[in-house]
C-alpha cells in the first residue's frame, strides 16, 4: 500500500519554543494532506487540510497562526507548531490522499512533548 | 448527538474468537466507510473500505454497511492476540479530497 512517513517520529521541547513536523508521501504524489491530532485515549481530530499550493484550510477552533502548515510540493507538507505550551503536548497524524484518488493513508505519527 | 457514535471498549476477548465492531452515524450523506486498526503510539493503518451499503471481505475481516439503518460494522475471525489494537471507523460523504470522521475507537484485547 501507500507509504505516508512523518519526521520525526517524538521530539520534546521546551515550552516557547517551536516545532516543525514533515509529512511525505514516500511512493505517491498527493494534492492534498490532512493533519490530525490525538490525545491519549481520543479520537482523532482534524486540524486542518493541505493542500499543495494554496493556503490550509483550518478547522474551528484551531489557530491557523500558531499552527502554521505548507505544503510546499506534491509529496511534502508541514506543521510548525509554534510558541509551543505543555498543553500542545499531543499526537500529531498526517494523511494524504492520491492524486489518483482512493481513501487516506495515515503516517506512523509524531508525539510532541512540550516541557 | 456526534456525528459518528463508537463504543470505546474496552472489549477483551479469547483467542478464536469472533469480534463484532461496531458504529452509528447520523449523517444519511456518508457514502464512503473505512475501518482503520491503530496499535499503541502508531499511526492508522486503513484495514477495510467500502462504498455504500454491502459487504466486504478479505480475509479474516468482514465489513458490512447498512445506510438505511445507519451502522457499520467490522467482523473479525478467528482472533489473534496480534489484533489486538484500537479499531477506529471513520466515513465521508465524498470521495477525494474529503477530510474524514472517525469514530472515537473500540480498544480489544485478544487474549492468548
Known amino acids: 500500500g501507500a507509504v505516508v512517513s512523518q519526521h520525526p517520529s517524538w521530539v520534546i521541547c521546551k515550552s516557547g519554543t517551536s516545532v516543525k513536523i514533515e509529512c511525505r508521501s514516500l511512493d505517491f504524489q498527493a494534492t492534498t494532506m490532512f493533519w490530525y491530532r490525538q490525545f491519549p485515549k481520543q479520537s482523532l481530530m482534524l486540524m486542518a487540510t493541505s493542500n499543495e499550493g494554496s493556503k490550509a484550510t483550518y478547522e474551528q477552533g484551531v489557530e491557523k497562526d500558531k499552527f502554521l502548515i505548507n ?3 506534491l509529496t511534502l507538507s508541514t506543521l510548525t507548531v509554534t510558541s ?3 498543553e500542545d503536548s499531543s499526537f500529531y497524524i498526517c494523511s494524504a490522499i492520491s492524486l489518483l484518488g482512493g481513501t487516506q493513508y495515515f503516517g506512523p505519527g509524531t508525539r510532541l512533548l512540550v516541557l | 448527538q456526534k456525528e459518528v457514535e463508537q463504543d470505546p471498549g474496552p472489549l477483551s ?3 478464536g474468537a469472533i469480534v463484532s465492531l461496531n458504529c452509528t452515524y447520523s449523517n444519511s450523506a456518508f ?3 473505512m475501518w482503520y486498526r491503530q496499535y499503541s503510539r502508531k499511526g492508522p493503518e486503513l484495514l477495510m473500505y467500502t462504498y455504500s451499503s454491502g459487504n466486504k471481505e478479505d480475509g479474516r475481516f468482514t465489513a458490512q454497511v447498512d445506510k438505511s439503518s445507519k451502522y457499520i460494522s467490522l467482523f473479525i475471525r478467528d482472533s489473534q492476540p496480534s ?4 479499531y ?3 466515513m465521508s460523504a465524498n470521495s477525494g479530497n474529503t477530510p474524514l ?11 492468548a
Do not use: M, N, W
Not at chain 2, 83 to 86: C, L, N, P, W
Not at chain 2, 101 to 111: A, D, E, N, Q, Y
Open chain 1, 71 to 73: 505544503h510546499a510540493s
Open chain 1, 84 to 86: 509551543a505550551h505543555p
Open chain 2, 13 to 15: 476477548v479469547p483467542e
Open chain 2, 31 to 33: 457514502q464512503y466507510f
Open chain 2, 83 to 86: 489484533d489486538s489494537a484500537t
Open chain 2, 88 to 90: 477506529l471507523c471513520a
Open chain 2, 101 to 111: 470522521v472517525f469514530g472515537k475507537g473500540t480498544r480489544l484485547s485478544v487474549i
